[in-house]
């Protein structure tokens, strides 16, 4: 089981960039994902971006895809989530994630995440 730990979030006013982190804990698999959702009220979980071990990213919603950046530092363990433009519709649960290998057809699938950080709060006010 990897373990990962969130940290970021938080309130900001549309327009406004934020980042989030999610630190991993070591593990040995060869392929995986790496990747992050997210979730809005009474809705169901979100796919946002996901990080393959091959190095290839996969953004959901096109909404997102020139907005946000996910991205990897080896050394420290951490995966981020750069979010810049903020609008209000981003405001969700933010939640990283460790699963299998995923291409655009199912890093959305929840059977791909096996692993997941606690959450965090974003708030985009208008």
């Known amino acids: 089981q990897v373990q990962l730990v969130q940290s970021g979030g938080g309130s900001v006013q549309e327009g406004g960039s934020l980042r989030l982190s999610c630190v991993y804990s070591r593990f040995t698999f060869i392929t995986y994902a790496m990747g992050w959702l997210r979730q809005k009220p009474g809705k169901e979980r979100e796919f946002v971006a996901a990080l393959n071990s091959d190095g290839n990213t996969i953004y959901g919603a096109d909404s997102v895809k020139s907005r946000f950046t996910i991205s990897r530092d080896n050394a420290k363990n951490t995966i981020y989530l750069e979010m810049n433009n903020l609008k209000s519709e981003d405001t969700a649960v933010y939640y990283c994630?460790?699963?299998?290998?995923?291409?655009?057809?199912?890093?959305?699938?929840?059977?791909?995440?096996?692993?997941w950080g606690q959450g965090t709060q974003v708030t985009v006010s208008s």
């Open positions: 994630a460790w699963g299998y290998f995923c291409s655009v057809n199912d890093c959305s699938s929840p059977t791909i995440w096996r692993s």
